[in-house]
């Protein structure tokens, strides 16, 4: 499955008093709504959704992991991008 096509593996809260402004963002290029979790993500999908090279893009689409010092780490990419040229 393509990696623009899948859900967000995190939730993005909104809760009274949050100190950051998460929402979606409706993407002409992927022709969905986008989440974001601040307004600097929010600006980010923007610029991806008017760059030409950009054909579609999602939101925390995959989890990666690590070892690092005897344990596992775990980090969610803000976006993945395709571009047109795959």
């Not at 950051?20 to 986008?34: E, M, T």
């Not at 929010?42 to 991806?48: I, V």
């Not at 995959?62 to 395709?82: K, M, V």
């Amino acid at each position: 499955m393509a990696f623009e096509r899948v859900p967000p593996v995190r939730s993005f809260p909104s809760y009274r008093g949050q100190r950051n402004y998460p929402g979606f963002y409706w993407s002409s290029s992927s022709g969905a709504h986008v989440g974001y979790e601040s307004w600097l993500e929010r600006d980010e999908a923007m610029a991806m959704d008017f760059d030409t090279t950009v054909v579609a893009f999602a939101a925390q689409p995959f989890w990666l992991f690590w070892p690092e010092g005897g344990r596992t780490r775990s980090h969610a990419p803000d976006f993945f991008a395709r571009r047109a040229d795959g």
